[in-house]
């Protein structure tokens, strides 16, 4: 009984918008909180779906490899919302979502089944169709592009994608109001000059090169402007605005041409969110607050203001790692030459090495790692030799690191390492007396000509405590 009640109050809270993280955490759909979501984890979901009662569950169609493609059916309305989610095979957050969703319309089914109160209020207003991971083959790859490699969000006109094909029939068939097309951005995209992530961003597509308004893409940016206090709120400085020059190919705007209110959602990077679980729970908090928004119609109350004061994405804006203000040595190694920043990015959007983006000044950047080596000197490590088997722990890699070396050479095969820590060996860009870009990723900075700090591969040994800062291990 406790447990209903408090998951009644929970219910309450986030259908009125109160609600805390723990409040959503009752209807996070457990298993979904990772880098890669495929068919496999939701054929379970989709099969528990397919057996109650307030919902419709088809099968579209199939991907190219033969995987099913669900279409699930929510609502009588007259108002029709297609959302679709994971078109790009690598970008699984709303997907999460959308199971989320579900299980509090469930809870709010099961509350209504028990004591004839609590149903869904906007289910008389609105039909609302979703489509979650229309591109299951590119999930499984853990890859933007479909079987073919060909980018179904790209397809929207030429329709060679079983994908995309189903998504354009889908629409054909449904005629929606209103559409929802769900994605993942990458995590160096910046909200505007606010040196911090676009952890959501929005966009009304365009659907001509004039980027028009007419009133279909009207009601989307207003859809936009009535969910920005929300966000606000939510995230202070950390929503963007997508850019809005018009792709032809591409299903919003296309959609938005045939006078479907389009929005665009991208769920961004945040720190220390890996997984991106407050996108996810925010994409919630969003779907939530449409279908209040568009089952009324209040979203008309608002105008574009709030939607043309969100500032734009600013891609490249946000950085994994920045060191700040490491003096480079002169050449003969006496006094400071010039006092730089090294800024690294991951690459591979965030699953690639480190790299070393830009040396000098990055105070234009917003950073998930930031350390401020005031007082430090850049020193190229020394080398090495792996001539016999070397077994390396804590204490004596810490002590070859103070000692000024930075990597190892030669037979990788040699060196067994127990120390726990992460090590280069043969890495690039290590000689000379100066980093050099997209090279130097493995260096150490010195104090009074006291190893301080050891960079390996872009992660971080402080040699005082043998501690690690790993920037590149998620966000
Ligand atoms: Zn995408």
Same mark, same amino acid.
Do not use: C
């Given at each position: 009984m406790l447990k209903h009640v408090s998951l009644w109050l929970a219910l309450t809270a986030v259908l009125s918008g109160l609600a805390s993280a723990a409040d959503y955490s009752k209807f996070t759909t457990p298993g979904l909180a990772k880098a890669q979501i495929t068919h496999s984890d939701i054929a379970p979901l989709i099969s528990y779906y397919q057996q109650q009662n307030w919902l419709e569950v088809t099968e579209l169609g199939r991907s190219v490899e033969q995987r099913p493609v669900y279409l699930l059916k929510i609502?009588?309305?007259?108002?029709?919302?297609?959302?679709?989610?994971? $078109?790009?095979?690598?970008?699984?957050?709303?997907?999460? +979502?959308?199971?989320?969703?579900?299980?509090?319309?469930?809870?709010?089914?099961?509350? &209504?089944?028990?004591?004839?109160?609590?149903?869904?209020?906007?289910?008389?207003?609105?039909?609302?169709?979703?489509?979650?991971?229309?591109?299951?083959?590119?999930?499984?790859r853990n890859s933007r592009y479909n079987a073919l490699g060909i980018d179904v969000n790209r397809d929207a006109l030429a329709l060679q994608t079983p994908e995309g094909q189903l998504l354009m029939q889908a629409a054909k068939k449904i005629k929606p109001?209103?559409? *929802?097309?769900?994605?993942?951005?990458? /995590?160096? &995209?910046?909200?505007?000059?606010?040196?911090?992530?676009?952890?959501?961003?929005?966009?009304?597509?365009?659907?001509?090169?004039? /980027?028009?308004?007419?009133?279909?893409?009207?009601?989307?940016?207003?859809?936009?402007?009535?969910?920005?206090?929300? #966000?606000?709120? +939510?995230?202070?400085?950390?929503? %963007? /605005?997508?850019?809005?020059?018009?792709? $032809?190919?591409? *299903? %919003?705007?296309?959609?938005?041409? $045939?006078?479907?209110?389009?929005?665009?959602?991208?769920?961004?990077?945040?720190?220390?969110?890996?997984?991106?679980?407050? +996108?996810?729970?925010?994409?919630?908090?969003?779907? #939530?607050?449409?279908?209040?928004?568009?089952?009324?119609?209040?979203?008309?109350?608002?105008?574009?203001?709030?939607?043309?004061?969100?500032?734009?994405?600013n891609s490249g804006g946000m950085k994994d790692l920045i060191i700040s203000n490491i003096n480079l040595p002169k050449v003969d190694g006496k006094g400071v030459l010039a006092r730089v920043d090294l800024a690294f990015t991951a690459g591979g959007n965030g699953r690639g090495s480190a790299g070393l983006d830009e040396i000098g000044d990055a105070r234009i950047y917003g950073a998930y790692h930031s350390l401020d080596a005031s007082g430090m000197a850049y020193q190229a490590g020394k080398a090495y030799p792996l001539v016999k088997p070397l077994q390396l722990t804590t204490d004596n890699y810490l002590k070859l690191l103070a000692d000024g070396y930075s990597h190892f050479s030669g037979?990788?095969?040699?060196?067994?390492?127990?120390?726990?820590?992460?090590?280069?060996?043969?890495?690039?860009?290590?000689?000379?007396?100066?980093?050099?870009?997209?090279?130097?990723?493995?260096?150490?900075?010195?104090?009074?000509?006291?190893?301080?700090?050891?960079?390996?591969?872009?992660?971080?040994?402080?040699?005082?405590d043998g501690s690690l800062i790993d920037p590149f291990g998620g966000n």
């Open positions: 609502g009588h309305g007259e108002r029709k919302v297609l959302a679709w989610s994971q $078109m790009h095979g690598d970008e699984p957050t709303a997907t999460a +979502a959308i199971f989320d969703l579900l299980a509090i319309i469930d809870a709010q089914q099961q509350q &209504h089944a028990a004591t004839g109160k609590g149903g869904p209020a906007w289910l008389d207003e609105i039909s609302l169709y979703l489509i979650p991971m229309l591109n299951p083959d590119g999930a499984e109001h209103y559409g *929802f097309n769900l994605h993942d951005q990458n /995590r160096y &995209h910046g909200a505007g000059d606010n040196k911090k992530p676009a952890t959501i961003s929005l966009l009304a597509p365009a659907y001509n090169e004039a /980027r028009q308004i007419n009133p279909s893409r009207h009601a989307a940016m207003q859809l936009i402007s009535a969910v920005k206090p929300l #966000l606000d709120k +939510a995230i202070p400085e950390q929503l %963007g /605005r997508y850019d809005d020059e018009y792709s $032809m190919r591409s *299903f %919003g705007d296309t959609f938005s041409g $045939m006078g479907i209110s389009t929005v665009l959602v991208e769920a961004g990077g945040n720190y220390n969110d890996p997984f991106r679980q407050l +996108a996810r729970q925010l994409n919630v908090q969003l779907y #939530l607050r449409w279908l209040e928004l568009i089952s009324s119609g209040s979203y008309r109350d608002y105008d574009l203001s709030g939607y043309n004061s969100i500032p734009m994405n037979d990788a095969g040699l060196l067994s390492n127990n120390s726990g820590l992460p090590v280069a060996i043969n890495p690039r860009g290590v000689n000379g007396p100066w980093p050099q870009r997209h090279a130097s990723t493995t260096f150490l900075l010195s104090k009074d000509n006291k190893v301080q700090l050891a960079v390996i591969n872009g992660r971080l040994i402080r040699l005082a």
